[in-house]
């Protein structure tokens, strides 16, 4: 299996090139409504059921200081709205890698670049937890961006030594369980009471998002969806492959850089707040080309953004309430679903090669 051409990636079976395919209008109007449900839903549903007349009164007048008021505005609505927020990041992030690797089966956690910012964030609150009882966000963030980018750099270092994907993701996975071990060392090792509780986020988590997390969350995310869509066009571009990109005035040294930064972007805010989420970053825009049996990027972008909305809703959903009171890590739901779709994509590629 050898990589296409850098910069062009390869159309699923079925697609129509860059064209526009099918329509997206009834894909936008299923997953929309479908987010808007399970978000009600998830809202609604736990040890204390809540009904949606309630969950909108209470949303509408801003609490009033009942239990039920607490239970939506302080545990729920903030998990709710970060897993929608870091699931559209999430499936963003993976969509720019796989522009940028010229191949879908990239992605930010097979890559390792999700375990090069969960150790760097591992480190932070490790040394800042001992003199600071709470680390800002912004440090996280920054901390978690340096990781993804150590990682990144060292994908694409490999990317370059080797011609085939299976090395690359090898190479990835590898450092993954490097990160991943360097983590687990730091954990087990920590003094303070307070970084135990690191082991639940190092294994991915929504519990405990607050809604400032959320606001500063969807700020940084919001910007990388911006910047995105004004790539769009580059991106179309690139996707010919360089030759053609560069015939058409595109930068591709400072567009590169650009992709990696990005999604570098999107994923280490995913990191800092949430822990490392497994595979909503490949099956998502996999799955979404799929449907919509295209390559246009003004299209693709926000497609992807509200797939992985509605998939990290549900998935978050499944692990909270399938084995209550008992909680299942996000990154262990996602596996389940998002795995055997990456075999599938190994398996269709290796078909389509044949």
Not at 7 to 35: D, H
Not at 159 to 164: A, E
Not at 273 to 286: D, K, L, T
Not at 340 to 346: E, G, K, N
Request: include cysteine; glycine fraction near 12%; hydrophobic fraction near 55%.
């Amino acid at each position: 299996m050898t990589l296409p051409e850098h910069g062009q990636l390869k159309a699923p079976a079925g697609a129509e090139g860059n064209g526009r395919g099918r329509t997206p209008v009834p894909f936008f109007a299923c997953v929309s409504l479908t987010l808007a449900f399970m978000m009600a839903f998830s809202v609604g549903s736990g040890s204390v059921r809540i009904l949606p007349g309630e969950i909108l009164r209470i949303l509408l007048s801003g609490g009033d200081g009942s239990a039920a008021s607490d239970i939506v505005l302080l545990i729920r609505a903030p998990r709710v709205l970060s897993a929608a927020v870091f699931g559209g990041a999430l499936a963003l992030s993976g969509y720019l890698l796989q522009i940028f690797f010229g191949n879908p089966i990239a992605g930010p956690f097979v890559l390792g670049i999700s375990s090069g910012a969960k150790t760097a964030v591992a480190l932070v609150m490790i040394v800042l937890l001992g003199s600071y009882r709470q680390v800002p966000s912004a440090v996280l963030v920054l901390a978690a961006f340096a990781g993804s980018a150590a990682a990144t750099g060292f994908i694409i270092l490999v990317s370059r030594r080797v011609r085939h994907m299976a090395s690359l993701l090898v190479a990835g996975i590898m450092s993954g369980y490097l990160c991943s071990a360097v983590t687990e060392f730091l954990i087990t090792f920590a003094d303070d009471a307070d970084i135990v509780n690191l082991h639940a986020w190092s294994e991915g988590s929504f519990a405990g998002m607050t809604m400032d997390g959320v606001k500063t969350g969807a700020l940084i995310c919001g910007a990388g969806f911006l910047l995105s869509v004004l790539l769009a066009k580059p991106i179309g571009a690139y996707q010919m492959g360089e030759r053609y990109a560069r015939s058409v005035g595109v930068n591709i040294r400072f567009f590169r850089a650009a992709l990696i930064l990005v999604s570098g972007m999107l994923s280490a805010c995913v990191t800092a707040f949430a822990g490392p989420v497994s595979f909503i970053g490949i099956a998502v825009p996999f799955l979404t080309r799929r449907i919509l049996k295209t390559q246009e990027p003004l299209v693709l972008i926000p497609a992807v953004v509200l797939a992985g909305a509605a998939a990290c809703v549900a998935c978050d959903l499944i692990a909270r309430t399938a084995f209550a009171p008992l909680e299942l890590y996000i990154g262990t739901v996602t596996s389940l679903f998002g795995a055997p779709v990456v075999i599938f994509m190994l398996v269709t590629r290796r078909r389509e090669a044949g």
